[in-house]
């Protein structure tokens, strides 16, 4: 399973940025769950959002209103739309994926700067 994230940028507070998550080299189906991590400089990599193949989501608190997942299984994309961005926003985005045929293993994608000025 191979990820290409991107989307990332410069924007001011309160600004919008949509990142995107390509996956390939495998049925997009099978993919049991998308996440998006973020890493800070200095700081662990946190979970920001998931969506299942079933659509389920779940966010992180502090994204929570401000971001959403979707998954568009004909383009085998999941985006992160973020919206009302903060500077403590700033991170390098990174997503993961699960595979239903290889539950314990993550596959990762390269990262995406996202970068949010006060």
């Known amino acids: 399973v191979q990820l290409m994230a991107s989307g990332g940028g410069l924007v001011q507070a309160g600004g919008s940025l949509r990142l995107s998550c390509i996956a390939s080299?495998?049925?997009?189906?099978?993919?049991?769950?998308i996440n998006w991590y973020r890493q800070a400089p200095g700081k662990q990599r946190d979970l920001v959002a998931s969506i299942t193949r079933n659509l389920m989501t779940d966010y992180a608190d502090s994204v929570k209103g401000r971001f959403t997942i979707s998954r568009d299984n004909a383009k085998n994309t999941v985006y992160l739309q973020m919206n009302s961005l903060k500077p403590e926003d700033t991170a390098v985005y990174y997503c993961?994926?699960?595979?239903?045929?290889?539950?314990?293993?993550?596959?990762w994608g390269q990262g995406t700067q996202v970068t949010v000025s006060s």
């Open positions: 080299g495998t049925a997009f189906f099978s993919i049991r769950v």
């Open positions: 993961n994926a699960r595979v239903i045929s290889n539950p314990g293993y993550d596959y």
